[in-house]
């Protein structure tokens, strides 16, 4: 069946610095979407993506879905604080959604 | 924004004793919800995925008889583990698309502890 990896599993960073979670399929998507969750919540949608080598941002946070739809980027300019939480990604070829096991970011002050 | 509501937020119980859980899509209709497990610290596990006015599609490994899916409307499902033991004690939450089809961004209710003595 449709597997979703993502890594790094964990990524400590200080605040500042650059931040990035790759996702890949083992078979191509029709899209791909992007949660966060923080700790002792439930994941909220960031975005999704649809198009081959489609690049989306928002403020600090950069998406890219790579052109044979089969793998994804997450990437945080000058990490705060706030952006502490755990990123998944998930996507979706003929199947409900895939999700990554996530990426748990740690940003130390 | 679309808003689910899932009830309760906690649950402490027996062991032996059933549970239910309710997830609630609040300003739209949901035909499909997804039932999902999470481990601390860990992603997210695709139980089942709740149809309204059908049987429900269980995920290889999850017993059906255990855990009991219920979607009898278009903006309620329910999740009701059965005579519940420690080992199911774990964060269970509930997604619905809402819009459409079920590969569609999902809202996520905000999710039940459940934790069994």
């Known amino acids: 069946g449709q597997q979703v990896m993502q890594i790094p599993q964990y990524q400590h960073v200080q605040e500042g610095e650059d931040f990035t979670t790759y996702c890949n399929s083992s078979t191509t998507l029709s899209n791909i979407q992007w949660y966060k969750q923080r700790p002792g919540g439930h994941p909220v949608f960031l975005i999704q993506l649809v198009k081959s080598g489609e690049v989306k941002k928002q403020k600090r946070l950069t998406f890219q879905f790579g052109e044979a739809k089969k793998n994804s980027s997450l990437h945080i300019t000058a990490t705060q604080t706030t952006d502490v939480g755990t990123y998944f990604c998930a996507g979706s070829g003929n199947t409900p959604l895939v999700f990554g096991k996530g990426t748990r970011l740690s940003v130390i002050a | 924004g679309a808003v689910v509501s899932q009830h309760p937020s906690w649950v402490i119980c027996k062991s032996g004793t059933s549970v239910k859980i309710e997830c609630r899509s609040l300003?739209?209709?949901?035909?499909?919800m997804f039932w999902y497990r999470q481990f601390p610290k860990q992603s997210l596990m695709l139980m089942a995925t709740?149809?309204?006015?059908?049987?429900?599609?269980?995920e290889q490994g999850v017993e059906k008889d255990k855990f009991l899916i219920n979607h009898a409307s278009l903006t309620l499902s329910t999740l009701t583990v059965t005579s519940a033991h420690p080992e199911d004690s774990s964060f269970y939450i509930c997604s619905a698309p809402s819009t459409g089809p079920s590969n569609q961004p999902q809202h996520f209710g905000d999710g039940t502890r459940l934790s069994i003595l």
């Open positions: 709740s149809n309204e006015g059908s049987k429900a599609t269980y």
């Open positions: 300003d739209f209709q949901a035909t499909t």
